[in-house]
Structure formats: C-alpha cells, structure tokens
C-alpha cells in the first residue's frame, strides 16, 4: 500500500506565501511523475504543476511566474512554493503521484487534499 499524506495549508492574507509538502509512504520501489492539482469550491479539479521523475516542470499559466513545484527525492517528497497568493487561489489543493510499489507495476495515486484559503 501507498499513502500520500499532505501539509502545510492554512489561511493567508493577499500577496502573501505558502509551502505546500506531500510525503509518499508505504510500499515504494519507485517514484515517476509527482504533481498538483486544486479545486476552486464549486469549480472543477485542476492541474497546478507537475515535476517529472528526470526534473521537467509544468505549470498552469495562471501560476507559472509565481509557484514553484520541487521534489527531494531521498525523502520521497513534492513541495509546492506558492508566493503572490490571489483570492482566486482558494481551493482545496490535493498530491498525486506514479507510484511503481514493486518493479513493471505503476499506480496513480492521490492525497487526501489540504484546503488554502487567500482573503484579507
């Protein structure tokens, strides 16, 4: 079994920042595309970022000069900097992970979602 377990979400004024951390656990051989993605309330889910296992990097428009995905691989860990937050960033923000838990078998995973919330 796989568990991905995510931190680091709250309440921030406007123009403020926040660290967002997920950590993979359980039964990992290895570890492939790691990301995030959010869901405004009321809206659909939505990718964020994405970092790859060789360390390519996606970002949606709306955050790309402003979050900054990163991965420590020894600590089977994604992070999530998020500087300049707007209103329009509240949402629940949820990990997903390629899990490989013994070699030629890959699942995706998703965590269980930590809630920013940007207002004054």
């Known amino acids: 079994q796989v568990q991905l377990v995510e931190s680091g979400g709250g309440l921030v004024q406007p123009g403020g920042s926040l660290r967002l951390s997920c950590a993979a656990s359980?039964?990992?051989?290895?570890?492939?595309?790691m990301g995030w993605y959010r869901q405004p309330p009321g809206k659909e889910r939505e990718r964020v970022a994405i970092?790859?296992?060789?360390?390519?990097?996606i970002y949606a428009d709306s955050v790309k000069d402003r979050f900054t995905i990163s991965r420590d691989n020894a600590k089977n860990t994604v992070y999530l900097q998020m500087n300049s937050l707007k209103p329009e960033d509240t949402a629940v923000y949820y990990c997903n992970a390629d899990v490989s838990p013994r070699r030629d078998y890959t699942y995706n995973y998703w965590g269980q979602g930590t809630q920013v919330t940007v207002s004054s």
């Open positions: 970092i790859t296992s060789d360390g390519k990097l």
């Open positions: 359980g039964s990992i051989f290895s570890l492939h595309n």
